[in-house]
Each structure stands twice: as structure tokens, then as C-alpha cells.
């Protein structure tokens, strides 16, 4: 058959893009805002002082939603038009035991992808052209959880696809990491610490990234390059410990 002949349905596809971003910039909305109230009610017109910061952050967050949201949308067409994942709906087609084993695999998976991207955007030249965006917020605020280049949010937005089309997933545990994503995002930018002392200067906090820990790579650039885990950064001598926060006035 000629290549000319070969139908595609293109408006279904950009539909499903469409949703999907529209989706992503709900769920930013909705979980930066949820965080923001509660930055706002600890540090009284923190929002106020940095009105034109946040306006840019969510301006760049909204961007990012259209970028994020161009290939989930064609993964989840292809999930359901063509079976091009590995995403399965039944728990039972594969054992039980998978199911928390893929949930940890794949917050390691995108933990490393993130951790060395991450340090390639700070290299001079990809930092100018993209990743100054990001590191514009200071300081950070729960809208800033997505505020990136295009250039650097298209780097994030492949790779919880592409996991879908590498390993079986069940969708609840595509959800939960979703959800584990979008929760330490806007958690981990909000200027102050929602997790107790006793986990973040604990066993936990040691292997675990919370705000504290990458409160300190707004602060020097040079460090604590991790999402998740402080895995790559212990192994690679970029972890410089925990920050500290400005006390609310």
C-alpha cells in the first residue's frame, strides 16, 4: 500500500493530547494551589510579596502541562487504540507481588533519569538555554513545582511514558506514582518543611528527599540533584546534606 494511503487517526490522537494536558494542568492547579493556602496561612502574604515571581510560575507550569500532556496523551491512545503499552487493568495478570516491586522499580528508574538530567541542565550552556527558568523562583514557591522550559519539561514528560512501554504497570500503580510525583514536586518548593524533624534528621530523611534537602540546591546549584532518593547523590559526592528555612515571620 502506498505510504500516501496509510490512514492515521490524527484527530483522535491530538484529542487525547489535548485531554491529557488539560488534565496536567488541573491536577498542577489543584495540588499547587491545596499547597500555596497552606504556605500562605503559615507565612501570612508570602503570595503578596512575590506576586509577579508566582504569576511567571504558573505562566511556565501551564506551559509545561501542554508539553507534558502531548505524550501521555499519545501513549494513552495507543494503550487503548492500538495496545502499544504495557499498562494491564487486571491485578491478576501478573503476580501480587509485582505490583509494589514495579511501584519502587519505577520511582528508581525515574529517580535516575531525573538525577542525570538534572545535572546536564546545570552545565552552563543548558542551564542559559533552559534551566535558568526553573532556578528564576527565589525562593521557590508551591507554584514553581512545574514551572520549566518547554525545553526541560519535554525531558520530563518522556519518561513515565516510556516506562509504560518498557515494563507491565498495573494503572493503580501508575496512579499512585503519578500522585507520589505531583505530591513531592510542590512539596519539595514550597519554602518550609510539611514532614516532621524526627523524619527528615532520621533513617528516612537520609535516603529520602524532602524539602529540606533540595531547599539546599536553590540555595548553592552545585548539589542535591535528586527527585526521590538521595541514592545518586550520596553515590556521586553531590549530596550536601540539609538546608535550612527561613523561620515564618
Known amino acids: 500500500m502506498p505510504l500516501g494511503a496509510v490512514s492515521f ?5 491530538l484529542g487525547s493530547a489535548l485531554a491529557m494536558s488539560a488534565i496536567v494542568a488541573v491536577r498542577y492547579l489543584l495540588s499547587s494551589g ?7 496561612r503559615r507565612m501570612p502574604g508570602l503570595h503578596a510579596r512575590l506576586g509577579g515571581q508566582v504569576r511567571r510560575e504558573i505562566a511556565w507550569s501551564l506551559a509545561s502541562a501542554a508539553v507534558y500532556g502531548i505524550p501521555a496523551g499519545i501513549v494513552a491512545w495507543g494503550w487503548r487504540a492500538r495496545g502499544w503499552t504495557r499498562l494491564y487493568e ?9 505490583l509494589p516491586l514495579s511501584f519502587v522499580l519505577c520511582l528508581l528508574l525515574h529517580d535516575t533519569w531525573f538525577y542525570w538530567t538534572h545535572r546536564l541542565l546545570h552545565r552552563p550552556a543548558w542551564f542559559r538555554a533552559a534551566h535558568a527558568v526553573h532556578h528564576a523562583s527565589r525562593p521557590p514557591t508551591a507554584w514553581a513545582a512545574m514551572s520549566f522550559h518547554p525545553w526541560e519539561a ?14 507491565p504497570i498495573h494503572v493503580g500503580v501508575l496512579i499512585a506514582l503519578l500522585s507520589v510525583m505531583t505530591v513531592m514536586g510542590v512539596t519539595n518548593h514550597m519554602g518550609w518543611e510539611l514532614f516532621p524533624r524526627a523524619f527528615v534528621n532520621g533513617a528516612s530523611g537520609r535516603w529520602i528527599i524532602t524539602a529540606t534537602h533540595h531547599q539546599l540546591h536553590h540555595d548553592k546549584y552545585n548539589c542535591n540533584y535528586g527527585l526521590y532518593f538521595r541514592l ?13 528555612f527561613p523561620e515564618p515571620k
Open 34 to 40: 491545596a499547597f500555596a493556602w497552606a504556605s500562605e
Open 154 to 167: 519535554l525531558s520530563g514528560a518522556l519518561i513515565i511514558p516510556a516506562l509504560t512501554l518498557l515494563l
Open 232 to 244: 545518586w547523590d550520596r553515590m556521586m559526592g553531590t549530596d550536601a546534606g540539609l538546608g535550612k
Open 9 to 13: 487517526p490524527w484527530p483522535a490522537v
Open 90 to 98: 487486571n491485578v491478576h495478570e501478573w503476580p501480587l507481588w509485582w
